[in-house]
């Protein structure tokens, strides 16, 4: 590691810090690592921490302005939480060119080299596909597949994984003769191995940092990029309840319920007079079933935890079982800790309803959260109501009430 190159990485990273002191903070944020492993730059994942990796001899090879350019399309990367989502979508070639496309967009043109992809290009390229402007990168993908999907050469040379230089780029030539340049992130190795809880666990530290910079920034007065703005009132927000639950559980919820006793002084002590009287209070206890099998997505998951939280601000007590072939977890639902997933097999909805109907004394009725993709159960009774994903399809074939969660 020569000196020269630590020493303007520290500059760059200030001048950073002096024009956009987000992604400076960012910047610090990160253990820099120098190394012949990777061709250019790059972010990687050790343990839940992200390294930013950086080849010495194309440090070199870049002007002042694409140092930080460069440093800021890696932060980037991290902040819109690419090496987390990158194994939900198929074709890791065309999604390397998306994710560019998006996060290019949020950097000065003069910031980056000629040769990467931007959305001008593509649209200058492909007019047809009437690109808008920070669009995100499922967008992005979705077009450039559907090109792909219609005989375009360009993209089929891109799926097929054209050799790369030994610099690990593609360079693709467009229809009208330009020609962009792709880098192989190759996070395919960060996150191989990776659990859904683990992965879960990465990117509730991402969203640490991200208020933690946001906090730093607001308190010194600075502005938080109008990107970052977005998906911070994404991470923060409540999203409302889909579904009418506390009329719910006041007309079907059953009366099984666990009673409790509260001291309160404005209430008189029959027996002894000197002493708070007793306040009795009754509480629903709901059993809460959430399909982890694999045909349940992310999204999913997260919309039905959002449905959960709403679920105990009607002072009921939610016991969780999560499923897929069978119960692998069952305890109490805490929105305040973090949701670990267990299962992602087959679906099978017998196990959480025999367990229901066995336990029928404790329970005030069931909840079962899922796509609905499983047959009914064999066996149903007591008071059951089926939560269906916004994505899912109707199955009016299960036992009990069924709705769908819609907006």
């Known amino acids: 590691m020569k ?40 972010v990687s994942l050790k343990n839940i921490n992200y390294n930013l990796l950086i080849n010495e001899e194309f440090w070199e090879s870049l002007n002042g302005l694409q140092k930080i350019g460069l440093v800021k399309h890696e932060v980037l990367h991290i902040g819109f939480f690419h090496l987390t989502d990158y194994d939900d979508y198929q074709n890791k070639e065309i999604l390397n060119i998306a994710m560019d496309c998006e996060i290019n967009q949020y950097i000065d043109r003069n ?69 962009i340049t792709i880098t192989d992130h190759d996070w395919e190795k960060a996150t191989e191995g990776l659990s859904d809880a683990t992965k879960k666990l990465i990117e509730n530290q991402t969203k640490h940092v991200l208020n933690q910079i ?8 600075g502005t938080i990029p109008g990107e970052f703005t977005d998906i911070l009132e994404h991470i923060n927000k409540i999203e409302p309840p889909k579904f009418d639950w506390k009329g719910y559980i006041r007309r079907f919820a059953g009366k099984s319920t666990k009673t409790y006793t509260k001291l309160c002084r404005r209430k008189l002590n029959k027996r002894f007079e000197e002493l708070p009287g007793l306040k009795v209070k009754k509480q629903k206890h709901i059993l809460a079933a959430i399909d982890t ?61 025999d367990h229901y109907l066995q336990n029928q004394g404790k329970y005030s009725c069931l909840i079962y959260f899922t796509d609905g993709e499983a047959p009914a159960p064999d066996n149903a009774g007591g008071s059951i109501l089926w939560v269906l994903s916004e994505r899912s399809t109707m199955n009016n074939n299960l036992p009990g009430h069924v709705i769908k969660l819609e907006l």
């Open 214 to 221: 946001a906090e730093q920034v607001t308190k010194s007065r």
């Open 111 to 179: 910031w980056l080299p000629e040769e990467g992809v931007f959305l001008d290009k593509l649209q200058a390229a492909y007019p047809q596909l009437q690109l808008e402007a920070k669009k995100g990168t499922r967008y992005y993908y979705d077009k450039l597949m559907s090109l792909a999907q219609n005989g375009d050469s360009a993209m089929q040379i891109v799926i097929a994984g054209m050799p790369k230089d030994g610099d690990g780029k593609m360079e693709v030539e467009l229809p009208n003769g330009q020609s």
């Open 293 to 353: 099998s694999g045909s349940v997505s992310n999204d999913e998951l997260r919309e039905f935890l959002g449905e959960l939280y709403h679920l105990t601000k009607t002072g009921a007590e939610v016991t969780i079982v999560q499923c897929d072939t069978a119960i692998s977890f069952i305890g109490k639902f805490d929105p305040k800790k973090d949701f670990v997933v267990h299962g992602r097999g087959g679906t099978d909805f017998n196990p959480p309803v």
């Open 3 to 42: 000196q020269q190159n630590v020493d303007s990485l520290a500059k760059a990273g200030k001048e950073l810090m002096l024009k956009e002191p987000f992604y400076g903070l960012f910047l610090m944020s990160l253990n820099k690592i120098w190394t012949n492993l990777i061709p250019t730059m790059g």
